[in-house]
Every structure is written in structure tokens, then in C-alpha cells.
């Protein structure tokens, strides 16, 4: 049974942490320091305090000894600023049947969206080892009500307890679910997107260009949050950011090694999808990168692949964010405009498919 300490503890520290970012401009740059710039890129305020204030708590990433501790560690991180709880949305819990055993997942719908309309297949980050339906949460609940759609969040098998394609095949799994039961889930098989943040939108991308070889249909759209598309190549972005800006090049490090720990399965396009050999016949997309974090150019040399291959694509970097950005709107300010911006792009996306 937790300790009385260990049950108020975190209730101090989400207290605290809103109580800072609720302070005005100046007191939050006073704490967070002198404005970064680097690449000709502003770091926003918001996210400049976040660092700092994980920095004096010791945290310098995402990763940890092991799988256990850094699941722990993002579970206690994301509910740190409390719950953007959006109202007027319905979530239903619910399980995928499958060849590896049940996936969990879990249904939201907005309240007022009673007609069939499109579905978006979501998959969480966190490197393919840490990240689960409650650490996105926040961000499902939003997407759904902000750009008017239905939202069916994945969990996957996660690494190294089962190492890649594990949660590339179960990415496809999910999708070729929710395409089987369309109906079911308020939708049909034409109306059926994929989406996901860092590792999320990795597996978002892969079953957005490979459903096809598996006699699927293929997406209708796909949302990529700051995706990462090829571990084989380090591009300059991760040299500039793999330090001081959440996600390190020690994480992706340690979370490439616990994925795919044979180098040689790294160049697989179920993995790295950038080195796919014909991306043209994906889905119109929507590409989000962030102007301090180490994916950056890999997401937009994905982005460009796509245009080049006659895909319909909308690239926006927000230059000055961080990785992660996309589940932290409970801290509002900057990192929520950004939501915003995305919900609206997923909803005109889906509008023009």
C-alpha cells in the first residue's frame, strides 16, 4: 500500500508545476533563463521553463536502466501539470482480438457526433518501448473533439520484451481491425486515417504505405507527429538537439537498441519507412515536426520523399517546440496554440480526402 507521502507527493508536484506556468511572462523567463536560439530558431518560453524545471529535478531524458523505470518515469511525467480532461467527449475502453494475444484499446467519439464520419487509427509514442493509452490520453480526448472525428487509440507490444516488427505488426493489426468492424466503430472502410507521435507516427507511416501489401486498403489520410522514419542515417537536426531538449541522442540510443538491436533489421522499411521503395501510393499527409528536436529533418526528408513521389503533403514545423510537444496541453500557453493548429489541420485534411 503507498505511503501517505507517496500518495500526496504528486499531488505537490502538479500543484507546483501549474502554479509556475500561471505565473506572468517575466517571472517565467526569469526562471527559465535567457532565451536559447539555435539554428536561427527561438525556444519557446513555455518550453524553456519545462526543461529547466526537469533539469532541477534531475531528469535529462526519457530513457532509464531499464523498460520498467522509464514506463514509470512517463507515466508519473505525464500526469504531472493534471489532466486537460476535454469535456464533451465519450471514451470507451475496449480490447482487439489477435493472433499475439488482445490489444488494448480504447474508442472516443465527441458527443454531438452521432452520424458515421471518419475514424483515426491512433498510435502512441514513446520509442516502441515506454507510452501506453493512458499517457495519450490527453491528446486522443482533444484530437477527437477538436477535429470532430473519432478516435480509436492503440496500445502494441512494446520492447524489448518483444522487439521489432512486433509493434509494426500489431500497427497493422489494428488498422485492419478497425477497416473489418468500420461499422461497428461509427465509420466505413473509405474514411479510415492513421495517425501517431514519435514512434507512433513511425508506425503510423509504415501502415500507411505497406497496408497494401497486406490486401488492405489503404488510409485514407495519415497525421504524423514528429515521426521518426529512418534509423539508419543521423542528420544534422539530431546533432543540434540530441542534447538539453527532452528527447537525447542517448534515448533514441537506448530505445533503438531495445527495438531493433541487430543493426541489420534497421534498414527494414517497416521500420525505416523513409527507405521505403515507393512511398507514392500512400495517403495525403500531414507532417508535423518541431524546430528543437532531434527528428526534425528526418520528418521533413519524409515529407519531401512524399511530395516527390506525387503525395499529396502539408509539411509545418513549429520551430519553436520540442519533441513531445503534442502531450503537453495541459500546460497550455504554447504548446496548446500548437494543438489547436494540429486538430484543425487533421479535421481539413479529412475534409479533402
Not at 531493433?260 to 501510393?281: F, K, N, Y
Not at 509545418?316 to 513531445?324: C, M, Q, T, V
Request: hydrophobic residues 45%; glycine residues 12%; proline residues 7%.
Amino acid at each position: 500500500m503507498p505511503t501517505f507521502v507517496e500518495l500526496v507527493q504528486p499531488k505537490v508536484e502538479t500543484a507546483v508545476a501549474r502554479g509556475l506556468f500561471a505565473l506572468p511572462g517575466p517571472a517565467k523567463r526569469l526562471l527559465a533563463g535567457s532565451p536559447i536560439t539555435v539554428d536561427g530558431q527561438r525556444l519557446a518560453l513555455e518550453a524553456q521553463l519545462l526543461l529547466k524545471l526537469q533539469q532541477l529535478g534531475g531528469q535529462h531524458g526519457l530513457s532509464a536502466g531499464n523498460a520498467e523505470v522509464a514506463r514509470a518515469a512517463m507515466r508519473r511525467g505525464s500526469g504531472l501539470f493534471g489532466s486537460a480532461r476535454v469535456p464533451g467527449v465519450v471514451v470507451a475502453d475496449r480490447s482487439i482480438p489477435g493472433p499475439h494475444g488482445a490489444l488494448n484499446a480504447r474508442v472516443y467519439r465527441p458527443r454531438e457526433l452521432t452520424e458515421p464520419g471518419d475514424l483515426l487509427v491512433f498510435y502512441h509514442g514513446g520509442g516502441w518501448v515506454i507510452g501506453d493509452l493512458d499517457t495519450h490520453d490527453d491528446l486522443c480526448r482533444f484530437l477527437a473533439r477538436h477535429a470532430g472525428v473519432r478516435v480509436l487509440s492503440v496500445e502494441y507490444r512494446l520492447a524489448p520484451e518483444f522487439p521489432f516488427p512486433a509493434a509494426y505488426d500489431d500497427a497493422l493489426h489494428a488498422y485492419r481491425f478497425a477497416v473489418e468492424h468500420a461499422e461497428e466503430l461509427g465509420s466505413s472502410r473509405e474514411r479510415i486515417a492513421v495517425g501517431g507521435d514519435s514512434a507512433g507516427g513511425n508506425l503510423a507511416a509504415s501502415v500507411a504505405v505497406h497496408a497494401a501489401t497486406g490486401g488492405l486498403p489503404r488510409p485514407s489520410f495519415q497525421l504524423l507527429i514528429y515521426p521518426a522514419v529512418d534509423a539508419t542515417t543521423r542528420r544534422p537536426s539530431r546533432e543540434l538537439f540530441g542534447n538539453g531538449f527532452l528527447l537525447t541522442d542517448g534515448d533514441m540510443d537506448w530505445f533503438m537498441g531495445q527495438y531493433a538491436p541487430s543493426v541489420d533489421e534497421r534498414g527494414d522499411p517497416r521500420l525505416s519507412v523513409l527507405l521505403a521503395e515507393d512511398v507514392s501510393a500512400a495517403p495525403p499527409a500531414h507532417v508535423v515536426t518541431a524546430g528543437f528536436d532531434p527528428l526534425r529533418d528526418e520528418g521533413e526528408a519524409y515529407a519531401e520523399r512524399l511530395a516527390g513521389a506525387g503525395v499529396p503533403v502539408v509539411t509545418r514545423r513549429f520551430p519553436d517546440l520540442i519533441h513531445g510537444f503534442a502531450s503537453l496541453g495541459a500546460v497550455g500557453g504554447r504548446f496548446r496554440e500548437a494543438l489547436f493548429e494540429i486538430a484543425g489541420a487533421l479535421r481539413a485534411g479529412l475534409a479533402l480526402r
